[in-house]
């Protein structure tokens, strides 16, 4: 009798640990991530990997989120919106995973965001900035990038140090470029500033000299442009050969002046930058440890040093879902969305805390996260004279 019921009890037992609940209980949260790793935008895609790699492996290192570790199920949408829509769908029936970190392009976000609210999954946005993110009454996205109208917002306090009175456009001709001609000229109308031309490029041009030339007859003293950094290269390179006199704002982060300072060279001298991390000067950022943490560890991995200005986008969002799973207690992801709204977490580029009527006009979902501008001088990135003067 004792041998049956000792076999009864380990039967029991072996059925217990079988269990889902078990099995769950020690299975990897899965955390899904879309990016642009190949096509027009690849390296940007790339870099963000990296850093949600550095969030996963940091987070892993301390024993995970409840217990369980993080993995990160990654998918490339080729820089195009079909390719995220798909992948989103992939990632939440196939592989079901709780959350998302999506999709570096404004149209690729926007055209993955129908899947979320079909099956019922959040996303943290960690770099477009096209205002129609946060503003369609997705109650599933969450943004910790900024739109561009608080970008326009950020620069608007610096309009006559820069000296700025009259601006033309160049865009790429995405969401993206469009909503950032749109608020960023409306911030300079609202200030008494010209508005010029507004030109547009096919997000894989490499020939833009004939909207350079439309520009360079305006009369304008300054250009804003908004595109990936491979494209900005090229219109600096096709702008210097032109003769192009004006001084050009760089507009989303997403364009490292490290890598235009290797990439366009002269071309890049003067220009300006709105970031949203300062690698050069990680003791300036919000954490200054955290900050200076984030980018020996970026080199420690042998990472490209101007990926930064993208790479912390990846560590940011995937530490904010974390946290979220983390104060859920599950990774569900109904839990995980309603927890999106108590997070508030100390991040590489600053303070994270949604916000359900944010500061762009009515929308939610949005953080407010830090805004700074840098500029290229004696081929180095410097503070601008009238920043590093404060």
């Not at 199920?73 to 999506?102: C, F, H, Q, T, Y």
């Not at 033309?168 to 010209?194: E, P, S």
């Not at 912390?312 to 599950?330: N, P, S, V, W, Y």
Request: glycine share 10%; hydrophobic share 45%.
């Amino acid at each position: 009798m004792n041998t049956r019921w000792a076999g009864l009890a380990a039967l029991l037992a072996a059925a217990t640990l079988a269990a889902p609940g078990a099995v769950d209980a020690q299975a990897p949260i899965k955390i899904g991530v879309i990016e642009p790793l190949s096509g027009s935008v690849a390296a940007s895609g790339n870099y963000v990997r990296m850093g949600a790699e550095i969030a996963r492996d940091w987070m892993n290192a301390k024993g995970g989120v409840n217990g369980r570790k993080i993995e990160l199920l990654i998918e490339d949408n080729k820089s195009d919106p079909k390719e995220a829509a798909s992948a989103a769908e992939k990632l939440i029936v196939r592989d079901k995973v709780p959350a998302i970190m999506g999709c570096w392009g404004s149209s690729m976000t926007l055209a993955a965001m129908p899947k979320l609210e079909e099956y019922g999954v959040p996303m943290v946005v960690e770099t477009s900035s096209a205002s129609s993110v946060t503003k369609r009454g997705n109650p599933w996205i969450f943004r910790i990038s900024p739109p561009s109208e608080m970008e326009a917002l950020g620069l608007e306090k610096y309009l006559d140090k820069l000296g700025v009175k009259k601006a033309d456009f160049l865009a790429v001709n995405t969401d993206w470029g469009r909503g950032a001609i749109a608020a960023f000229g409306a911030m300079l109308k609202k200030q008494g500033r010209a508005v010029g031309a507004a030109e547009y490029m096919d997000q894989a041009a490499t020939d833009m000299s004939a909207q350079l030339t439309k520009i360079k007859t305006t009369g304008g003293d300054t250009l804003f442009l908004t595109t990936a950094v491979e494209q900005i290269t090229l219109v600096m390179k096709q702008a210097q050969e032109q003769r192009l006199a004006m001084k050009v704002i760089t507009t989303g982060g997403s364009s490292s002046p490290t890598q235009l300072i290797k990439q366009a060279g002269a071309a890049a001298e003067g220009s300006y930058h709105i970031v949203f991390f300062m690698p050069w000067f990680p003791e300036a950022m919000p954490d200054g440890k955290l900050a200076k943490a984030f980018v020996d560890e970026w080199a420690k991995r042998g990472h490209p040093f101007e990926g930064l200005t993208e790479g912390f986008r990846g560590h940011d969002g995937i530490a904010t879902i974390a946290e979220a799973i983390k104060l859920a207690g599950k990774d569900d992801p109904k839990a995980i969305r309603d927890a999106l709204w108590r997070v508030q977490l100390m991040g590489v580029n600053g303070p994270i805390k949604f916000e359900k009527d944010g500061p762009a006009g009515k929308e939610s979902g949005q953080s407010r996260p830090s805004i700074f501008v840098v500029q290229i001088k004696n081929g180095k990135v410097a503070l601008p004279d009238f920043l590093a003067k404060q």
